[in-house]
T-cell receptor
Framework: DAGVIQSPRHEVTEMGQEVTLRCKPI?????LFWYRQTMMRGLELLIY????????DSGMPEDRFSAKMPNASFSTLKIQPSEPRDSAVYFC???????????FGNGTRLTVT | SQKIEQNSEALNIQEGKTATLTCNYT??????LQWYRQDPGRGPVFLLL?????KEKRKERLKVTFDTTLKQSLFHITASQPADSATYLC???????????FGRGTSLIVHP
């Protein structure tokens, strides 16, 4: 089991550019979560999917953020246009069901200059 | 509003001592709480889950308690080692009407 795989590990981009973060959940896991972590706010849930369907996106900060899960093995988080305040570490996590623990990827560190 | 809070100050202890970390919740009655460990540059890793009807749960040197009267969970590491140094996060249940935010966690530093 390779675990949750995120790419890229690091992303540096200029303000105004589009950023796409990618996640491959653990095979057989039905729920997928996107989190953002900063020193000030900790680990915040942005959106989660159950069986590829977005269940709650109330944590998505603005319309500049969007997430998709076209199939059970792939999800993307897109920021367009990016801003310096979006700089953070973005984590993807998956779980078999909502009664089971989360398995996190190692995150994407995003820096927007 | 519903909150789950941990002490944001770092906890410094000597090797061999017991570390105790606190997780408090308000305006909320979680069916269970989870504890995760996070090392720098890595994602959180699940350690223990304790349900509201369980008073205590153990795993090797780790012990978690759940006090629904105090609305508090305590996380203990006995015979602590420098390798236990990390940030420890308390997390509410997934899904449902409450969308979990882990919060900032508590940094534990074990000195040799």
């Amino acid at each position: 089991d390779a675990g949750v795989i995120q790419s890229p590990r690091h992303e540096v981009t200029e303000m105004g550019q589009e950023v796409t973060l990618r996640c491959k959940p653990i095979s057989g896991h039905n729920s997928l979560f996107w989190y953002r972590q900063t020193m000030m706010r900790g680990l915040e849930l942005l959106i989660y999917f159950n069986n590829n369907v977005p269940i709650d996106d109330s944590g998505m900060p603005e319309d500049r953020f969007s997430a998709k899960m076209p199939n059970a093995s792939f999800s993307t988080l897109k920021i367009q246009p990016s801003e310096p305040r979006d700089s953070a570490v973005y984590f993807c996590a998956s779980t078999r069901d909502l009664l089971s623990p989360l398995h996190f990827g190692n995150g994407t560190r995003l820096t927007v200059t | 509003s519903q909150k789950i809070e941990q002490n944001s100050e770092a906890l410094n202890i000597q090797e061999g001592k017991t570390a105790t970390l606190t997780c408090n919740y308000t305006n909320y009655s979680p069916a269970y709480l989870q504890w995760y460990r996070q090392d720098p540059g890595r994602g959180p890793v699940f350690l223990l889950l304790i349900r509201e009807n369980e008073k205590e749960k153990r795993k090797e040197r780790l012990k978690v308690t759940f006090d629904t009267t105090l609305k508090q969970s305590l996380f203990h590491i006995t015979a602590s080692q420098p390798a236990d140094s990390a940030t420890y996060l308390c997390a509410p249940p997934l899904g449902g009407s409450y969308i979990p935010t882990f919060g900032r966690g508590t940094s534990l530093i074990v000195h040799p």
